[in-house]
Structures are given as C-alpha cells and as structure tokens.
C-alpha cells in the first residue's frame, strides 16, 4: 500500500499561490498520483492527476519529480472558495492485489480575505 | 453533467435498526466504492466492485455490514443492526474501466449520505 504524508493544514490569502506537498515514499511503478478537493457537506471532488513530470489544467498544476517519491500541488492565485481539504492519492490497479485508493488524512487549506 | 445519486441523504434511526443507503453509479462505469468518513477515522474504504463483483471488502466490519450491487446501476450498502459508532457520511463512488495496465483511474463521488444512529 502506497501510503500518502502531507501537511494536516494550510494558511493563505487571497491572491496567492498554495502549494501542498504529498510524499509518498513507497510509490510503485503502475501508480497514479491524483489529487481530490472536499467541500464541506460534499464528496471528494477530482483536480488532478499525473504520473511524472508536469500537468497542468484549468484548476491547478502537478509537479511531480523524477524519483516520484512525492508530488506538489499548486494553486494559482487562491481565492476563499478554495477553502476544502486537499487529499493526495496514490492508487493501483486491484488486479494486482494490492489496496487501492486509500485516502489519507488530508490537507485542510484555509484561504484568507 | 454525469453524477452519482446516493440515498437518503439524511437518514436517523434507533440502535439496532436496519439502514440500507443506495447507489446508481454513473451509466457506464463498471467501479463502485463504498467509503465512510468521520471525523475521527476520515475517509475510509469500506468495500469497492468491478463488474458488479466484489474485488475488496476488507474494510468493512463483516458482521454487521453488507454490500451488493444487485444489477450495474444499483449498489447497496446495509448494516443490520445499526450502532451508534456507525455514525458517518457514507459516500458512493465510481469509476470507469478501470486501466490495469496504466493505473490510472478517476473517482466520481456521490453527495454522501449521513446516517445518525441514536
């Protein structure tokens, strides 16, 4: 089991670029970062996914190293909608016996006006 | 926009009760997961199934707790009786075939339904 560490919250304000780190250490070759937004009262909710290297959408960026040994998430210009916990995932197939999508603990952002 | 429908959405009962939530995945998706978060515990994975089958339901207390998806647009999770540690947000997902070989999949949540057990 790939299992996820990241920081338990995050302070910023308006305007500015958050980035939240996830390590995990024990990642496998078939594995797939992706990283979910919760809103309170809501379910997960998909932003991103890579598996080296750079991606970028229209919500967010993912920096992940060559060793893949951890991944960044980057939040341009944060406005207070952005407050959610951002978890980070690193999930396999079930064929090949091992857990799958397993959550971690989160990162709880709190943005500020 | 594609979604997963779960109900209820509220649902408070007794100890002891008998609580079944719902799931409809989205058309066409052929993986369902069951997850319960709390505030103590977070997210957890109670059980997932592909092509209606179960893969893993190693999360879930045995005992009490019973998922199935009688056909692919209907997946149920019971648990009889119900407990107050039972308490929580149980949230449905699914997700498309999934890619074995890339590894690569994408989870699609429902809205959660909140069970109270008194």
């Known amino acids: 089991l790939a299992k996820t560490t990241q920081p338990i919250s995050m302070d910023s304000y308006e305007g500015q670029e958050v980035n939240i780190t996830c390590s995990h250490n024990?990642?496998?070759?078939?594995?797939?970062i992706t990283w979910y937004q919760q809103f309170p009262s809501q379910g997960p909710r998909f932003i991103i996914q890579?598996?080296?290297t750079k991606v970028t959408n229209e919500v967010a960026s993912l920096f992940i190293p060559a060793d893949r040994k951890s991944s960044t998430l980057s939040l341009p210009r944060v406005s207070l909608s952005d407050t959610a916990v951002y978890y980070c995932?690193?999930?396999?197939?079930?064929?090949?016996?091992?857990?799958?999508?397993?959550f971690g603990s989160g990162t709880r952002l709190q943005v500020q006006p | 926009d594609a979604r997963v429908t779960q109900t209820p959405r509220h649902k408070v009962t007794e100890m002891g009760q008998e609580v079944t939530m719902r799931c409809q995945p989205i058309?066409?998706?052929?993986?369902v997961f069951w997850y319960r978060q709390t505030m103590m515990q977070g997210l957890e994975l109670l059980a997932y199934?592909?092509?209606?089958?179960?893969?893993?339901d190693s999360g879930m207390p045995k005992d009490r707790f019973s998922a199935e998806m009688p056909d692919a647009t209907l997946a149920t999770l019971k648990i009889q009786p119900s407990e107050p540690r039972d308490s929580a947000v149980y949230f449905c997902?699914?997700?498309?075939?999934?890619?074995?070989?890339?590894?690569?999949?994408?989870?699609?949540f429902g809205a959660g339904s909140r069970l109270t057990v008194l």
């Open positions: 890579g598996y080296k």
């Open positions: 024990n990642i496998a070759t078939n594995d797939y």
């Open positions: 995932l690193v999930g396999d197939s079930p064929d090949t016996g091992r857990r799958a999508l397993t």
């Open positions: 058309l066409g998706h052929n993986t």
């Open positions: 199934f592909r092509n209606r089958a179960p893969l893993d």
């Open positions: 997902a699914s997700s498309a075939e999934w890619l074995s070989v890339s590894g690569a999949n994408v989870l699609t």
